[in-house]
C-alpha cells in the first residue's frame, strides 16, 4: 500500500507539472489531485524537493537503464534527449524553477553515462585497449560536455524539436566521430 501511495503522489506531481510551473504547485494540491491527506504526503516524502529530486532520479535511472550500450555519439544524443522528453512541459517547468542545479546535475550523469558507454563500445578490442585509461576520462570529458552543452541549448529554446534534429545533423556530418576518439586517444598515449 505505501509503494502505491508513493506512486500516486508522483503521478499526480507530474499531472500537475504538465499543466503549470512549479512556483503553482503546493502539496495541498497534489493530496487533493490523488486523494490523501498532508500526513500521508510527508511520510513519504519531506518536502517538495525531495520528491522532485527523487522523481528525476528514477526518470534518469530508467533512460539509462534502457540503453545499456551505445554504439554512436548520435546514440548518446537521442538517449539524453530521451530523458528530457519524456514530459515536455514538467521539464521545462522544473528547469525553468529553483530546481534547475537539480536537473541539470541528473543530466549531467546522464550524459556522462552515455558518453563512457560509447567511447568503452569504441576501445573494446582495439590494440589501444590496455593503455588508454587515463586518457579515456578526458575524451568522456569533451564528449558529455558537448552532449550536455546541447541538451541544454535545446532546453533554452523549448525544446523546439527543429532543434533536435540539427544537433543530429551536426553529429551525422561527424561520421568519423569513432576514428576520432580512437586518433586522440592515441595520440595521448
Known amino acids: 500500500m505505501a509503494s502505491f501511495t508513493r506512486d500516486a503522489i508522483k503521478e499526480a506531481f507530474i499531472r500537475l507539472l504538465e499543466e503549470k510551473p512549479l512556483s503553482d504547485i503546493t502539496v495541498k494540491k497534489i493530496v487533493e489531485e490523488c486523494g490523501i491527506n498532508r500526513n500521508s504526503f510527508y511520510y513519504h516524502f519531506q518536502d517538495m524537493p525531495a520528491l522532485i529530486e527523487e522523481i528525476i532520479r ?43 542545479e537539480l536537473f541539470e546535475r541528473y543530466l549531467m550523469k546522464t550524459c556522462a553515462y552515455f558518453v563512457r558507454r560509447y567511447v568503452e563500445n569504441i576501445i573494446k578490442g582495439s590494440d589501444i585497449d590496455s593503455l588508454i585509461e587515463k586518457n579515456t576520462d578526458l575524451v568522456v570529458s569533451y564528449y558529455k560536455c558537448l552532449c550536455f552543452g546541447m541538451v541544454i541549448d535545446w532546453l533554452d529554446s523549448g525544446m523546439k524539436d527543429d532543434m533536435v534534429q540539427a544537433f543530429r545533423k551536426i553529429f551525422q556530418l561527424k561520421v568519423d566521430t569513432s576514428d576520432e576518439v580512437a586518433r586522440i586517444l592515441k595520440e595521448q598515449l
Do not use: G, M
Open 58 to 100: 528514477e526518470e534518469s535511472d530508467a533512460v539509462i537503464e534502457k540503453y545499456p550500450s551505445v554504439n554512436s555519439i548520435v546514440d548518446c544524443f537521442d538517449a539524453t534527449t530521451e530523458f528530457a522528453s519524456n514530459h515536455r512541459r514538467a521539464i521545462l517547468h522544473i528547469y525553468r524553477s529553483t530546481n534547475r
